[in-house]
């Protein structure tokens, strides 16, 4: 218990539940949900468990102080009293970035060079020499968090965002991100349990993060480095045993994961993208215009995508989004349908109701998640 510390880890808005239950599963305590973050407790190696096996999360920080400032100058100089000896050399690196709300501190860049200034001016004072500045593969990076004018120093676990999970070599344009992927699949409540479709599949993110949901394989296990590996305490064996203890958890599917897409180069990626998370055993995509589909076989048929938003296709929107609704109608019977939009008008003619729908962002643009439930036969002769 005594080697347990609080940390951050920081979502997409409208993933705080899905983070917290995660966290929960994982074993974290005292989980407290936050506006786009989620707080816990753990130890050293629940932070590397957590890097490696959270699907909604974008960051791992560990606050190591929190204070009040006045101004630039205050912040300088409680930066400046820090013992940053703790945690990096005078021959090391670092990397510095700032995110701030407030009326007091405006520009988030001049926060981070001031912090810097401060870290690297008492390394100079105390041992006559200082660390580099290298923002891409820094021995430490450092997020300072301003809130009105409540502070917190918190050192980043992840380094680069955790949606960078590795399999990816080839995208399209405005590709999904993968953490978004994740949150979008598990809001649906799949589980795995019957077949699996993204009938717009584009470079493959959605069914590779379904498949990994599946066969409970954490999705971080793919990536060339944390930020945590750089740190004066990294301890390899212990990382080993977490990431061993993981794979142990790893399960069977059972069922088929289909995706389509009407582009042949897309369809190129998702193989590439496939073959590099391995799971070419359990995803198959082919060349295929939904719109002139209909579901194989009687079975119950879970379905997410993400369909095109206008800002990236020519398209005409209005007949696109009839027709996702025609095929949903006529071609897929025993099918839960869930996609992501961020064009609310057009959702107007898809001419079915949808029985949920959850506020997102997918970067900054405000979406919708709407699921459709297709019934086999009439809805009222599945209700009686």
């Not at 041992?127 to 820094?138: C, Q, Y």
């Not at 992927?181 to 590779?208: E, N, V």
């Not at 027709?323 to 008008?345: C, D, M, Q, R, V």
Request: charged share 30%; glycine share 6%.
């Amino acid at each position: 218990m005594e080697n347990n510390f609080k940390m951050v880890a920081k979502t997409l808005f409208g993933f705080e539940e899905l983070l917290a239950k995660e966290l929960r599963d994982l074993g974290a305590q005292d989980v407290k949900i936050g506006v786009r973050n989620v707080s816990f407790v753990g130890d050293k190696g629940f932070m590397y468990k957590a890097n490696l096996g959270l699907r909604t999360a974008i960051k791992i920080l560990k606050p190591i102080k929190t204070f009040r400032v006045n101004s630039e100058q205050d912040l300088y100089n409680r930066i400046y009293k820090m013992s940053w000896e703790n945690f990096l050399s005078e021959n090391g690196s670092l990397a510095v970035d700032a995110t701030v709300h407030s009326n007091v501190f405006k520009h988030s860049k001049y926060i981070a060079l001031k912090t810097k200034d401060a870290i690297v001016d008492k390394f100079r004072d105390t041992k006559g020499t200082r660390p580099n500045v290298d923002l891409r593969f820094p021995d430490l990076k450092i997020n300072v968090h301003i809130d009105k004018q409540l502070c917190t120093v918190s050192l980043d676990s992840s380094g680069e965002s955790l949606h960078r999970r590795g399999y990816k070599t080839a995208t399209n344009i405005a590709p999904i991100s993968e953490v978004l992927a994740a949150g979008l699949i598990m809001l649906s409540g799949w589980d795995g349990q019957s077949d699996f479709i993204d009938p717009m599949c584009g470079s493959g993110t959605i069914l590779i993060e379904a498949a990994m949901i599946a066969c409970n394989i954490p999705p971080n296990l793919m990536r060339k480095e944390f930020a945590f590996e750089r740190w004066q305490d990294w301890d390899v064996d212990l990382f080993e045993k977490i990431e061993e203890s993981l794979l142990k958890k790893t399960r069977d599917f059972h069922h088929k994961m289909i995706g389509y897409d009407k582009s042949p180069s897309a369809i190129r990626k998702a193989n590439d993208n496939i073959r590099n998370a391995n799971l070419d055993d359990f995803i198959k995509v082919k060349h295929e215009d939904f719109f002139k589909t209909r579901k194989a076989g009687d079975e119950h048929l879970h379905m997410v995508f993400n369909p095109p938003y206008g800002e990236r296709l020519d398209i005409d929107m209005e007949e696109f989004y009839a027709n996702i609704g025609a095929t949903l109608k006529h071609g897929y019977p025993g099918t839960n349908a869930w996609f992501i939009t961020s064009n609310l008008e057009a959702l107007k003619h898809i001419g079915l109701r949808p029985s949920r729908k959850i506020k997102l962002f997918n970067a900054k643009l405000e979406s919708r998640l709407v699921k459709y439930e297709m019934y086999a036969g009439s809805k009222k002769a599945k209700k009686q």
